[in-house]
């Protein structure tokens, strides 16, 4: 079993910046990805930024060169910068785990970037 905490979401004013983190515990030892997804409301859910045990990364095309992912030391955690917010990238953020046998969520932070 393996649980995920975000933290880090509120409102922001267009421009600014956020940084959203993210804690996995549990079984966690064979983690291959982590990431980041969002979804606004009447949307699905789409993906915003993945780091892969190895540390390669990978952005949607709509926030490149404004988000960062990253992880922690200690490999359990991965954390979001956000620069240059703008409206559009109000949403629900979600963390993700991604194993061979399955995938696991975190519960959701919400973004609100007001213009």
């Known amino acids: 079993q393996v649980q995920l905490v975000e933290s880090g979401g509120g409102l922001v004013q267009a421009g600014g910046s956020l940084r959203l983190s993210c804690a996995a515990s549990g079984s966690i030892f064979s983690i291959n990805a982590m990431g980041w997804y969002r979804q606004a409301p009447g949307k699905q859910r789409e993906l915003v930024a993945t780091?892969?045990?190895?540390?390669?990364?990978n952005y949607a095309d709509s926030v490149k060169g404004r988000f960062t992912i990253s992880r922690g030391n200690a490999k359990n955690t991965v954390y979001l910068q956000m620069n240059s917010l703008k409206p559009e990238d109000t949403a629900v953020y979600y963390c993700?785990?991604?194993?061979?046998?399955?995938?696991?969520w975190g519960q959701g932070t919400q973004v609100t970037v007001s213009s």
């Open positions: 993700n785990a991604a194993f061979v046998a399955g995938d696991y």
């Open positions: 780091i892969t045990s190895g540390g390669s990364t």
